[in-house]
């Protein structure tokens, strides 16, 4: 049972940056692992994801393509999203997710957060 701990999250100005990060408690190689975001009133959506087998395709949703980048540390098994230009419409909970996989090369991970079934328990980020 993979466990999750966000840490990062906090209230910033339009056009500032913060960087997330997620600590897991199991070594997770050969994982689907992403940060998903949900608004109040909205649904959960995918903002991130990474393959940490290597050989993947980051993910970036349309919304955060250019100012976010997500990136993973092996040697320390954290998983960072470091958030630029932040926007108003980028406030809301946070999470990590993860989901252990063996994903062929030059491919994406999954962005259903169905999918995924290691989740933290999320981290606000709030832009004003």
């Known amino acids: 049972q993979v466990q999750l701990v966000e840490s990062g999250g906090g209230s910033v100005q339009a056009g500032g940056s913060l960087t997330l990060s997620c600590v897991a408690s199991?070594?997770?190689?050969?994982?689907?692992m992403g940060w998903f975001r949900q608004a109040p009133g909205k649904e959960r959506e995918a903002v991130a994801t990474?393959?940490?087998?290597?050989?993947?395709?980051?993910y970036y949703a349309d919304s955060v393509k250019g100012r976010f980048t997500i990136s993973r540390d092996n040697a320390n098994n954290t998983l960072d999203l470091q958030m630029n230009s932040l926007k108003p419409e980028d406030s809301a909970m946070y999470y990590c997710?993860?989901?252990?996989?063996?994903?062929?090369?030059?491919?994406?991970?999954?962005?259903?957060?169905?999918?995924?079934?290691?989740w933290g328990q999320g981290t606000q980020v709030t832009v004003s």
């Open positions: 997710a993860a989901l252990r996989k063996s994903l062929p090369s030059r491919t994406s991970c999954t962005t259903t957060v169905a999918t995924y079934n290691y």
């Open positions: 990474i393959y940490t087998g290597g050989g993947g395709l980051k």
């Open positions: 199991e070594y997770t190689r050969d994982y689907c």
